[in-house]
């Protein structure tokens, strides 16, 4: 096994995350060996932890003994940041949004195979466990074929940090966890998207969105909501997934949730009718004990290796990427359908 020896650049949160945990799960095949970040608070901290320390971006590119690039810096210096970095033959991972739109994403993309270099973004959330137990019900239809999927991240602490209240960083719920969101459902639903809609949140008065609401529509009848919310403190489930059979609910990343089927027995009997409120209701009484049954959620398997396997399955032998290219780019064309939706409807 030859190791790929990889550097840091933008050693804040999520940089800092890869350095010590997310590349060295994957069995010593890459190594981080130094990191360079524009903050000498951030340097002092790599250098702490017996990280190199680069003191410009140009030694990295000379220094031949790296191969490969993490970019982990805010989103709008991923574009110039790639660029130099594969103009120095480097590979490069780039945190997600992989660029601020498709413009920028093709002309890293040209730059990445005119140097004949991988460049493979971080759409990690792939690997979630509650999302592998939605591609469970997705493709093996416990509770029927899947007609709605409802998709949320609520939390009730506004939006963190410094740069992601900027435009111009690409600041906003959009580019933060909307990207994550629209890569599951898009990788998850084999079918042409055909409509998309939007409405964003600016309760906190920052002038990137607080959160959003958005519904996409498939060619094939599957209807997914995908919400992000920053201002929720109470938070609705993580995953809401009708089937024609039944349905499930994901409450959180801790993976409680139930699945109720329907049991189609001929004998089951009509619900009588409950009280609701201050009238009666049949249609929203519990169904009848025998007309329904509790399943286990399906196990979160993933089918795929980890993320780093991956790219060192793609640098060194030629692997097929599990995050492809053309994936990444339909999710930021669908991010830029719903910013120019906004744009047209703020016009009316
Ligand atoms: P952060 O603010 O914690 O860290 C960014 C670091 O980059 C800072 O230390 C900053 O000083 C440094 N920096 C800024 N410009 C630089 C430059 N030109 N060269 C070198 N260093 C520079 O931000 P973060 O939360 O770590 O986010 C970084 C990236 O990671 C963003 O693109 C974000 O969207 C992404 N991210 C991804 C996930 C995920 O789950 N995939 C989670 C969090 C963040």
């Known amino acids: 096994m030859k190791v790929i020896n990889l550097v840091t650049i933008g050693y804040g949160g999520m940089g800092s995350y890869h350095t010590h945990t997310l590349i060295p799960e994957v069995d010593s095949a890459i190594r981080v060996t130094g990191a360079y970040d524009i903050d ?62 498709t413009a920028e994403l093709d002309e890293v993309l040209a730059a990445a195979t005119r140097a004949g270099k991988t460049f493979m973004v971080h759409q990690n959330r792939r690997w979630d466990p509650d999302y592998l137990i939605v591609r469970d019900l997705y493709q093996n239809q416990p509770i029927g074929q899947i007609v709605q999927l409802e998709s949320r991240v609520h939390g009730a602490n506004g939006i963190p940090g410094d740069w992601r209240h900027l435009a111009k960083h690409g600041g906003g719920m959009l580019l933060d966890w909307g990207v994550h969101l ?17 409405d964003f949140s600016y309760l906190l008065g920052d002038e990137v969105d607080d959160g959003f609401v958005s519904y996409l529509t498939f060619e094939n009848g599957v209807r997914a ?6 201002t929720n403190f109470v938070k609705l489930p993580r995953w809401y997934v009708k089937g024609l059979q039944g349905t499930a609910k994901i409450d959180d990343w801790d993976l409680t949730g139930e699945v109720v089927r329907a049991t189609n027995h001929s004998t089951v009997v009509a619900p009588s ?22 399943l286990d959620l399906p196990k979160a398997l993933a089918e795929y290796p980890s993320f780093y396997q991956n790219f060192y399955e793609v640098v060194r032998e030629a692997g097929e990427p599990i995050v492809k290219n053309e994936q990444v780019r339909q999710a930021l064309q669908v991010m830029e359908q719903m910013l120019d939706s906004a744009k047209q409807s703020l016009q009316v």
């Open 40 to 101: 000498p608070a951030r340097q002092k901290v790599a250098a702490e932890k017996n990280l190199f320390v680069y003191e410009s971006l140009a030694e990295i590119w000379q220094d031949s003994q790296v191969e490969a690039v993490l970019i982990a810096t805010p989103n709008d210096s991923h574009k110039d940041l790639a660029l130099a970095a594969l103009a120095a033959g480097k590979h490069v991972v780039c945190e997600k949004p992989a660029m601020m739109n």
């Open 182 to 198: 629209i890569d599951q459902i898009l990788w998850l639903v084999d079918a042409p998207l055909v409509d998309v809609k939007v």
């Open 225 to 230: 909501l995908i919400e992000v919310g920053t």
């Open 273 to 294: 009718p409950i009280q609701a409120g201050v009238g009666l209701t049949k249609t929203m009484a519990p169904p009848a004990e025998a007309a329904t049954e509790s």
